[in-house]
């Protein structure tokens, strides 16, 4: 273990080194002021539609999350972010270094997303009697003044009429985050009465904005909030309940990038290691945090081995019909190879998920599992073939001259040499697959990512949470990698050691 140690390192020295950030000379007064600049939007929200049509002239940045917008102004990846005044107002709270530049760029409309009519008018129904008897007032004043200790409104599911699912992004404070390890805020208090009210049993799927209304149309989730703003783009493929709130947009930069900005803040006294301590423990310990990446690790290791293994086979299988004198079975295997090779991962994952399996109820995971497997067996399957035909012939003549047949040919003489060869290119696919997984939050799946996305939401720190799970991502593939070494000494012990 020590001679990696080195190499460990240097990757959490990068880390830091890269988290570090230079001093920008450029002042604005408004957002008009960055001119052909940066700015960053959360990708298909009405913020991303208003920058593009009326600061043309501008490099749009799309992010995917409000924690990636405060992580690219932080970086030093985008001059000002736009964004809901609500969402970006504890960040703004937290973070003595943001500030806004501009106020009041544009009113939204939020309401949730409906699938089916029917569901959509009893919310409606619902919601009415909230407005009429001000408890709508008092959930929005409640938690835009909420604390750690605000709680949720007792509710009772008997789901004696079904399962209502639930699409959030879970990372929009004041409308759906996570706290002390529920879900909370307007949107839940809202979500979770009305299924009491009907009935039903709320069942909760986080995945990305991106995904929210893909998720309603493929049929995948009832209801989608966290917010959602309401638009007659939007009108024309979900179903909106009335209106709940109405928000305004801001735009959120560096102080120093504010015209006229001079400093007269204190300069910290905590040292380098008292500032890590106290990153540690608020995004780690504090409200047992670490139970989050714990499970998004349990999600990612799942997934992974379990395409490996299925992926593996499968690939077995396809370089065998690769292989086939059959034509037919043999163009089956190249169309095969060449579709799932020139299709990128997170779009055939978004197609298996929301299109081809849409109609069956299939978990995340699985479909993950599913996808990964059948990407990982393309590519398996050209490593197997090219290890296999790097095999002289002449061993396997040789081998049915002494009398065995075909099947033990290979199985004997041709196989052990096979897999000598391919574990070496075998091991580089296997942990790039362990990293292709970080993806899956697209699919309401909650792995390492989609935990460190979650807990940014919470400690608005942009770097901690990212540089942690950077951390465990090596650790796994460097595992993995020693446990595909002893594989690789056990199967040729004497040309490994």
Known sequence: MKKYFPFFTIFITILFLSCSSKDTEQQYTNLRDIGSGRIGVVLGTTHDKFVSENYKEANVLHFESNPDLILAIKARQADAVVGDQNILKPYLREDPELAVLEWGLFDQHLGFGFGDIKLRDNFNVYLNKLKESGKLKLIKEKWENADDN??????????KNGILRIGITGVSIPFAYLSKGKYVGIDMELIYGFAASQGMKPELHTMQFPSLIASIVSEKVDIIGSPVTITEERKKQILFSDSYYTSASIAVTLKRNISGYTSNEEVSNKTGFAKIKDSFYNNIIKEKRYLLLWDGFKVTFIISILAAIFGTLLGALICWMR??????????????????????????????????????????VTVAVITFSMNFAAYASEMFRTSIQSIKRGQTEAGIAMGFSKIKTFLNIVMPQAIQRVIPIYKGEFIGLVKMTSIVGYIAVQDLTKASDIIRSRTFDAFFPLIVISIIYFLLAWLLTLLLDMVQINVAPKRNR
Request: glycine share 8%; aromatic share 12%; no cysteine.
């Open 323 to 364: 292989m086939s004198r059959n034509k037919i079975i043999k163009t089956i295997a190249i169309i095969y190879i060449n579709i799932l090779r020139g299709i990128p991962q997170v779009v055939l994952l978004m197609l298996m998920f929301y299109v081809v399996l849409a109609k069956w109820s299939i978990g995340g």
């Open 150 to 159: 605000t709680q949720l409104y007792e509710h009772e599911f008997t789901g």
